[in-house]
């Protein structure tokens, strides 16, 4: 007795190819809405790197850029305002992620007066610039502007890998300066290591900011920051922001003091009482001193006048930054 073959289903081609078609229809869709496979390689009008973004935005996504909202000032050479966002479009539940750059010019000397930064002791400082928690910036070229210091500003969120948005912006600020014709002998780089964040410890009574002779007999806490070239130390009378009492800084970072002689009120010797560039060993040495809160309430108190507490700083400080004493 003989057994007849078993018939084997099949399917006719147009079908199979249909459904081939069909998931590199769907697979292609997913590169575009959730990967930036086919996106731009550059973003922000050319100037940032569509790679470094990605580095920064990590996760899923397409990456995209728009103008911000002071793109109205852009000017084509050094000013310029993006938003880049990063959204995975076919994810239910996804967050777009968002990265701020703009190319703007400050008083040379705005990382030591607050506004930007809450005060220097939060930033880790490098040669041409400082970066904190979800922030960074970086100096522009000399050449590129006359009246402030051209810089590259990146705001993201805090939890941002820092050396990869500082790297983000050392791209940009080389393209920038290319673009209006104001580089440097040497492109710009960005740095190998960023010191780590200070955090709060308690003040010696004696050597305040870890400066020998200097008292302060109101401060219970502070925070140094040494980045080698720069120098900052926030004075609390306590534990948390509102407790600030005096924030003390000083660079020789000489991108830093270039942007501070070329700023627009800076007189040759600083730009007021408390804001000086002094002669150390031959070195351009600038110190600023900012008030807090608790040292305004404690002015009526006896606490000294603010040129009196700039000038007891400065001689504290000579040592460390090999100043001259008279």
């Known amino acids: 007795m003989t057994t007849s073959p078993q018939r084997v289903a099949t399917f006719p081609r147009t079908v199979l190819a249909a459904a081939v078609a069909a998931m590199a229809v769907v697979g ?24 470094d973004a990605e580095a920064v935005l990590t996760g899923a996504g397409r990456i995209t850029s728009r103008p911000g909202a002071l793109s109205g000032s852009d000017d084509g050479r050094t000013r310029f305002d993006c938003v880049i966002e990063r959204s995975a479009a076919a994810q ?13 010019s400050e008083r040379g000397d705005f990382a030591f007066t607050g506004g930007t930064w809450p005060d220097a002791s939060t930033a880790s400082f490098f040669p041409g610039g400082g970066v904190a928690p979800g922030r960074a910036w970086v100096q522009l070229p000399a050449a590129c502007t006359d009246s402030q210091a ?13 050396e990869k948005l500082v790297r983000l912006l050392t791209g940009a600020a080389n393209r920038i300066s290319a673009r209006a014709g104001c580089t440097a002998p040497a492109p710009l780089s960005a740095p190998d290591r960023i010191a780590p964040a200070a955090e709060q410890r308690p003040a010696a009574a004696g050597s305040v900011c870890a400066l020998p002779g200097f ?13 080698g070239a720069t120098w900052a130390c926030r004075t609390a009378t306590g534990e948390g922001a509102k407790q600030t009492y005096v924030t003390f800084s000083a660079t020789q970072d000489p991108a830093a003091i270039s942007g ?21 060993s031959g070195k351009p040495t600038y110190f ?29 400080a000579a040592a460390k930054f090999g100043c001259a004493t008279s």
């Not at 590169?31 to 973003?43: C, I, K, M, R, Y």
Request: aromatic letters at 8%; glycine letters at 12%.
């Open 288 to 316: 600023a001193m900012e008030t807090g809160t608790r040292y305004t309430e404690s002015l009526g108190a006896g606490a000294p006048a603010p040129q009196d507490l700039f000038t007891a700083f400065t001689k504290a």
């Open 260 to 280: 501070i002689r070329k700023s627009k009120g800076f007189s040759g010797q600083g730009f007021d009482a408390t804001h000086t560039l002094s002669d150390c």
């Open 28 to 51: 292609g869709l997913h590169l575009w809405l959730n990967t930036n496979t086919f996106g731009d390689s550059a973003l922000c009008g050319g100037v940032v790197s569509a790679h």
């Open 92 to 104: 239910p539940g996804s967050v777009t992620q968002k990265l701020f750059v703009r190319g703007t």
């Open 150 to 162: 051209g810089l590259v500003w990146g705001s993201a969120a805090e939890t941002a890998d820092s």
């Open 215 to 227: 008292t302060l007999p109101a401060v219970l806490r502070e925070t140094v920051q040494d980045s």
